[in-house]
């Protein structure tokens, strides 16, 4: 079955020591997206590729990167992580443009000790 | 004031019931209404689209949109135990292709058998 994976489903991280998330899509859709979602709230973009252009949003903290080698894998870095980057990550893609059609990987669990 | 807004719930209903779940939104723009649904530690799964106002029904689940209001709701009928989960509502427009999804907080729905 086509789908969207993400490894690892749960990561624990020290205090600023930089972590990495992975992203894998069997769908060669040319969208990918990046969401953090917090307990009990709305997931917020923090990020999307439509092929190899980048678009980041306003409000997303430098802290974050991403990286998009090629279509089927996009990462998600964290380069100095802090309490209060603990919550589901979550990746998406979609087909061209069509965002109102996405499709979610389960989403990785970070905890931030 | 949010731009989406969802009762955070839980919303308990015996099995069998019809379930109304409702957002409103602010802005006008929107064009494009979605509802994703989320089982606990899951990724959201798009269950239903529908473009501008209107209804539109698959199986035992109706997205309606009524944009003078600015006010969408699912409703379920026939509910089931299997239907426990979290149900975001989402937005987009007026352009699918340069919009991000604004999503609601979600609602959280139980059916007890």
């Known amino acids: 079955d086509a789908m969207v994976i993400q490894n690892p489903r749960y990561q624990v991280t020290q205090f600023g020591k930089p972590v990495t998330l992975s992203c894998s899509q069997t769908l060669n859709h040319n969208v990918m997206y990046w969401y953090q979602q917090k307990s009990s709230q709305a997931p917020k973009l923090l990020f999307h590729y439509y092929d190899k252009d980048f678009n980041n949003e306003a409000d997303t903290p430098d802290n974050f990167q991403s990286r998009r080698p090629n279509t089927s894998f996009c990462f998600l870095d964290i380069r100095s992580p802090g309490l209060g980057d603990a919550a589901m990550y979550l990746c998406?893609?979609?087909?061209?443009?069509?965002?109102?059609?996405?499709?979610f990987g389960p989403g990785t669990r970070l905890t931030v000790t | 004031q949010k731009e989406v807004e969802q009762d955070p719930g839980p919303l308990s209903v015996p099995e069998g019931a019809i379930v109304s779940l409702n957002c409103t939104y602010s802005?006008?723009?929107?064009?494009?209404f979605m509802w994703y649904r989320q089982y606990s530690r899951k990724g959201p799964e798009l269950l239903m689209y529908t473009y501008s106002s209107g209804n539109k029904e698959d199986g035992r689940f109706t997205a309606q949109v009524d944009k003078s209001s600015k006010y969408i709701s699912l409703f379920i009928r026939d509910s089931q135990p299997s239907d426990s989960a979290t149900y975001l509502c989402?937005?987009?427009?007026?352009?699918?292709?340069?919009?991000?999804?604004?999503f609601g907080t979600g609602t959280r729905l139980q059916v007890f058998p």
């Open positions: 802005n006008s723009a929107f064009q494009y």
């Open positions: 989402a937005m987009t427009g007026p352009s699918y292709n340069t919009d991000k999804l604004i």
């Open positions: 998406a893609t979609s087909r061209g443009h069509t965002s109102y059609e996405q499709y």
